[in-house]
């Protein structure tokens, strides 16, 4: 069995508590989408590495292999003053070279921005470590429900012994002086704690709800953060999902004209599409699509057959013939 050395977790470092949250997160996404048929040089989740968090990059050709390579955009610009070569430093494979856009390389983004996710990954975690460590230090003053007023040095030093053996639960304690007890010795003050206390601790989670499920929803996972204290129904429950997919549509959209374009270049049959609970969300809502579809259709059946049935039809009869005889007329 494996011994790990665990230590208490930092609150206060904010920036290593950042970096584990975006961590966290980029574990999730870096599944999103399904690879199929890529090269062995380019691993599925070095491309994906690559798209996500740096935003671009190129595949091309080196040494008759494809790899895919991270670098930046430079050089002189198109009509829309977008740099046309890509410029790629990589000591492993002694790679100094400018290539040149769709022309010896094809240059791919993770969406329409060519942003990536770390700008709107660097959003919330920024936000949910401000929570984290606001419920933190909530917790903490949780325990102190008074003040304490120490006379000297000495008293002072005499309460943090009693403090010290009570968290070790060294319960048994004496009063050395009568000091302690008059007015020129120690004396507690209060403390706003009790049920304001409480009531900050749960806002405080109910923030970080709001934002943990705000940051699923903006990358296409379905998160509740109705802030009702009471149990919802399941259209309540539902209300967000429409604004799901745009921008996981956007990024599978960019990444299917990127391995296009690969396969047109390169002679591969590389394909993508969207993986585990975003590709489960993706049929879900094609269903209900299609079910809706399917009901908008048969009522117009339905009434196209009412009008038929019930429609004027007397232009189609033959006139009446009658047989009572006319005045003059045999």
Known sequence: MVNFDFKLYDFKDKDKALFNLISDMFKITLDMFDWENLPSTIPERELEIL???RGSCIVADHKGSL???GGNLGGDCDAYYIPKYYIVANPWLKLNKTFERDVDCVFGVNDKMWEGLVPLMERYGSLSLETDLSIYMAVILERLHSLLRCGNDSEKVAFETLINRLVKGEFASAIV?????????MNTLP????????????ELI???QYTRASWFNDLGLQANYNMKREAINSQEGQLNEDGLLPLVESMLECRQEFADKINDMFGTSISVDLSGAWKARQTEFDASIKQMEDIINDKEDTNDIGNTAGGDTTKDREPERSDTAVDGVE
């Open 51 to 53: 798209l996500q968090m």
């Open 67 to 69: 790899y895919a390579l």
């Open 177 to 185: 002086s009568d000091t302690w007890l008059t007015s020129e010795g």
């Open 191 to 202: 403390f706003a704690g009790g049920d304001h206390a409480n009531k900050t601790i749960t």
């Open 206 to 208: 109910e923030l970080r």
